[in-house]
């Protein structure tokens, strides 16, 4: 197997989801264009009366540059695949923290997914170099601006940088140590390394709750810096290891006759499907549960944020994330044999892309585009730009070392586990 077959048929799985995402789109678009005018006018005036009504209105009056378009296109990008690089971090992390065995074969994945962040970091100068022209908060003054004035502690020039780099630091050194430890066990199988991986894990679970959370507030939520709300960093981890549940679940069906031949089984593959069934419900959760109470307090600063996304093709946007990112991966992986399927599993995987990807358009372009939907040019490329060469670096990362932990204590475990009989037939055991 050599890498361009792979990064072909990534790159095809990418194109194919962009190109149902940018059609899916433009009719989105060409429905809302006699609606919007009145949606804007409807949202206007739902938020009329509310201390925050001018700033985010302000922002709908000028048509976005070129150079606007790319910089948000990017974030949305950008946000996508940090979303999947931390995802690969915290399932490094929730197999420590439980010393499950039936994972370690496919540790060295979620490690190789980890280990891209330093790129990230790298990928994220654009962001810190342009955010004035990113985030209105940027050039506005505090003293003029009470829901800026109470929240500038953390939305304020420096803090926004210097807290974004000190994260990004934060996550390679973890992920870098980790890699490396489970690199070196692979030589001499000391539990030593484990028990390292282990202690990282015990204060990296909230080291990363906490990081990722300040991540989300300042990159994301931070666009509309009115809003308001506790849950949405957990709404965006979510979302984030749904997607990589996804994306593990595709390598290790691809890797499993090949690299991982011979401890890849029936066990591994149904456990990481549940997991992927289970987040899909766990999403659903969340993001349910911010919408509610924000629904059933009726605080302008926290209603005004959906307000904005019913207006003109984002009610329909919405709409498809309600259907798409939970009722159809829900009733599709209900049943134990499709989590067990290629053939059904692997268009899920695009279509969680897709719906992942949806869903953090849903988050970034309202700012840009209050009026509705609008794709260009600028989302297809950031988007395979930035995921293509991020495979290719995983694929360089994962070729450099065993393709699964060899000495892990915990493989044994994994490749001698049993399987229930059906009636009348012999135990199968591996």
């Known amino acids: 197997m050599n890498f361009p077959l792979i990064f072909k ?40 009366g509310a201390a925050i009504h001018h700033t985010v209105v302000s922002a709908e009056a000028k048509n976005p540059t070129y150079f606007e378009q790319f910089l948000y296109s990017y974030l949305t990008a950008f946000m996508f695949c940090l979303s999947i690089v931390m995802g690969g971090m915290f399932l490094v992390i929730v197999h420590y923290l439980f010393d499950a065995g039936w994972s370690v074969p496919i540790r060295r994945i979620n490690e190789q997914i980890a280990a891209l962040i330093p790129w990230m970091w790298g990928f994220s100068a654009p962001i810190l170099l342009f955010a004035p022209e990113v985030y209105p908060w940027w050039n506005i003054d505090p003293a003029t601006d009470h829901a800026l004035n109470v929240k500038k502690i953390l939305f304020n020039p420096i803090s926004f940088r210097v807290l974004l780099m000190a994260i990004f630091g934060l996550w390679t050194f973890m992920a870098f140590r980790f890699r490396k430890w489970s690199i070196a066990q692979d030589k001499d199988g000391a539990a030593i390394w484990s028990r390292k991986c282990r202690f990282q894990a015990a204060w990296g679970i909230y080291a990363f709750a906490f990081s990722l959370t300040v991540v ?23 979302g984030s290891v749904w997607t990589t549940l996804a994306t593990v679940y595709g390598i290790m069906r691809f890797l499993e006759k090949r690299e991982l031949k011979g401890v890849i089984f029936k066990n591994t593959v149904h456990f990481l499907g549940t997991l992927f069934f289970a987040f899909t419900v766990f999403y659903a959760y969340i993001h349910f549960s911010q919408y509610f109470l924000i629904w059933n307090a009726a605080i302008p600063e926290e209603t005004f944020w959906y307000v904005k996304r019913e ?37 899920m995987i695009v279509w969680a ?22 794709l260009t040019l600028w989302d297809p490329i950031c988007w395979f730009g930035l995921a293509g060469f991020l495979a290719w670096r995983f694929w360089r990362n994962y070729k450099s070392a065993a393709p699964y932990p060899l000495k892990d204590p915990r493989l044994k475990e994994a490749l001698n586990h049993h399987e229930v009989p059906a009636p009348g037939a012999a135990a199968a055991h591996h």
């Open 9 to 48: 048929r990534l790159l095809a799985l990418f194109a194919c989801a962009g190109l149902l995402a940018f059609a899916s789109a433009r009719l989105l678009a060409a429905e809302a264009e006699h609606e919007a005018p009145a949606a804007g006018a409807a949202a206007d005036a739902h938020m009329e």
């Open 216 to 238: 989300v507030f300042l990159l994301m939520k931070s666009l509309m810096h009115q809003f308001f709300s506790t849950m949405y960093g957990v709404y965006y981890f979510a």
């Open 311 to 347: 207006a003109g093709s984002w009610w329909g946007v919405g709409m498809l994330i309600l259907f798409g990112h939970f009722f159809f991966p829900f009733l599709v992986l209900l049943r134990i044999d499709t989590k067990m399927s290629m053939v059904t599993m692997g268009p």
């Open 353 to 374: 892309w897709l719906m992942h990807y949806a869903d953090m358009t849903f988050n970034v372009m309202p700012v840009l585009y209050p009026n509705g939907l609008h």
